[in-house]
């Protein structure tokens, strides 16, 4: 009945492209195994620079550089990985505080919970879906045509054809099932069916006994990789947990600079290699944890598009090569997508599962989209465990994902008031 939406939104559209470049790395005190290279690129002789954080509330000290010469051993990788890499001098260096950072460490902003950070990021979802609820309910009693209006509501949102449908069904059996009558009540069936379709992704990524428990983190350019490793850094460490960072995006040498940015922030080490290959930074990273008995590794990955065969090819060696560091690894494979992509987030989530084996998405930019709705289309189409949502760009924007709450948060206040202080977890 709505051919022309379903074509318009129904499909996917293509995302923008990526691009390449180099990267740098860390490791002070200890002894890293020789990193593995990928074979058509392989690593360049370079330092491997560690940064000792300065601690985020500490005032901005001298910039001081130690150097302690690390012998590397040959490289346990497999023989079409496998390719000599030099002994690397690492270096310890303070990284000094960005002045945009020492501010904000400085004078903290006030905070507000989470639950109202992801009402505020909503916001356009929210009136996007909202918007066309009010008008729909604001002058009409219940029948089809209001439910056909519905259903272009939720296409505009980006639920996705498959969801909508699914939405829609699901109402029009409330509907009679229930004998609705009230705008209310219809909003809150749509609220219900949203939360059951949404459920299924409700799956907090647990961190094993693995030791480190490595997580691989992939996406394609922009989607937000190093920001959200920068604030899964902080909530780790929330947790009592120790982390490490790998810079493994070695193509964007400003990639580079922000993980190293946001290990000083959180005050964590970053393994990084000026110039070098993914694989060899994580495999080194991978090492560098073993000996320090760190719990977690953060591997970043280069921005890439499923249509790059070859970056698509490099990022799956780069998988490879962690399993060669550690078996039992990576623990996590995480995929990062923004928000903002809307349908073509289902190509995407599909590509990267074939490539490298999806176990967890992070949505990203939730804030400032109208396209929230996407999240229904994944758990429809294509559904893997939502372990976290980003809604900004603070430390603390990123948090695990429950579908009460958002639900609630996207038809505040007309259904989520009801249930405030109920089922609507806080998290900050
Ligand atoms: N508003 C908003 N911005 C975000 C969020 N997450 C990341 N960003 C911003 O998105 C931009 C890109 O983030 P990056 O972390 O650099 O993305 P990336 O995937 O590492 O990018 P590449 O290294 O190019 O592949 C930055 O300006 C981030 O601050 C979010 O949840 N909300």
């Given at each position: 009945?709505?051919?022309?939406l379903k074509?318009?939104?129904g499909k ?5 492209s990526?691009?390449?470049?180099s ?10 195994d ?9 690593a360049t002789e370079s330092?491997?620079t560690?940064p ?16 302690v010469p690390v012998?590397?051993?040959a ?7 496998a ?5 690397p001098?690492v270096t310890?260096?303070?990284?000094e505080?960005?002045?945009?950072l020492?501010?904000?460490?400085e004078?903290p ?5 989470w639950?109202?950070?992801?009402k505020?990021?909503?916001a ?6 909202g918007?066309?609820l ?5 002058r009409?009693?219940?029948d ?7 259903e272009?509501t ?5 639920c996705?054809?498959d ?14 099932r229930?004998r609705?009558?009230?705008a ?5 069936a ?15 990524l647990?961190?094993?006994?693995q030791?480190?428990?490595i997580?691989m983190i ?8 190093t920001t959200?490793i920068?604030?899964?850094a902080?909530?780790f ?6 982390v490490?960072?790998a810079a493994?995006?070695?193509f ?6 922000q993980l190293m940015?946001?290990g000083?922030?959180n005050n ?5 290699q ?9 495999f080194?990273?991978?090492?560098a944890?073993?000996a ?6 953060l591997?970043?990955t280069?921005g890439?598009?499923p249509?790059?065969?070859h970056?698509?090819e490099?990022i799956?060696k780069v998988r490879r ?5 550690d ?10 997508l923004?928000?903002?992509i ?9 590509a990267?599962?074939?490539t ?7 949505v990203t ?5 109208a396209k929230?709705g996407?999240?229904?289309?994944i758990a ?7 372990r976290f ?13 429950k ?22 977890g806080?998290?900050?």
């Amino acid at each position: 009945m709505f051919g022309f939406l379903k074509k318009k939104f129904g499909k996917t559209e293509q995302a923008e492209s990526g691009q390449p470049a180099s990267a740098d790395g860390v490791d002070q005190d200890l002894r890293a195994d020789a990193p593995a290279a990928v074979d058509e690129a392989p690593a360049t002789e370079s330092p491997v620079t560690a940064p000792a954080a300065t601690t985020p509330a500490a005032p901005a000290a001298p910039a001081a550089t130690v150097s302690v010469p690390v012998p590397v051993a040959a490289a346990q990788v497999p023989d079409q990985l496998a390719a000599e890499v030099p002994v690397p001098e690492v270096t310890v260096p303070e990284v000094e505080q960005p002045a945009a950072l020492a501010l904000e460490t400085e004078a903290p902003a006030p905070r507000r919970s989470w639950g109202d950070r992801l009402k505020a990021g909503l916001a356009r979802t929210r009136q996007q879906l909202g918007g066309g609820l009010a008008s729909l309910f604001g002058r009409r009693k219940i029948d089809e045509d209001l439910l056909e209006e519905l259903e272009s509501t939720l296409l505009m949102a980006d639920c996705g054809v498959d969801a909508t449908q699914h939405l829609i069904d699901d109402l029009r059996r409330r509907w009679k099932r229930d004998r609705l009558e009230t705008a209310d009540q219809l909003q809150k069936a749509l609220a219900d069916g949203l939360h059951a379709i949404l459920t299924p992704l409700e799956q907090p990524l647990v961190i094993g006994t693995q030791r480190p428990f490595i997580i691989m983190i992939a996406g394609v350019n922009g989607a937000g990789k190093t920001t959200s490793i920068g604030k899964l850094a902080k909530y780790f460490q929330n947790q009592g947990k120790s982390v490490l960072l790998a810079a493994g995006d070695t193509f964007r040498a400003a990639a580079r600079e922000q993980l190293m940015t946001w290990g000083a922030r959180n005050n964590v080490a970053v393994v990084a290699q000026d110039g070098g290959d993914a694989a060899a930074v994580i495999f080194d990273a991978i090492s560098a944890a073993r000996a320090r008995n760190i719990d977690i590794v953060l591997a970043d990955t280069a921005g890439r598009l499923p249509t790059q065969l070859h970056l698509m090819e490099e990022i799956a060696k780069v998988r490879r090569v962690i399993v060669k560091a550690d078996p039992s690894g990576p623990h996590e494979v995480l995929l990062v997508l923004d928000a903002n992509i809307g349908q073509n987030a289902l190509a995407q989530v599909k590509a990267f599962d074939k490539t490298i084996g999806v176990t967890g998405l992070v949505v990203t930019k939730l804030d400032g989209t109208a396209k929230g709705g996407v999240l229904a289309a994944i758990a429809r189409q294509c559904p893997k465990p939502l372990r976290f949502i980003g809604v900004g760009e603070g430390i603390d924007d990123l948090q695990p994902f429950k579908a009460r709450e958002f639900v609630d948060a996207l038809f505040e206040p007309a259904v989520g008031s009801a249930r405030k202080g109920k089922d609507a977890g806080e998290h900050a």
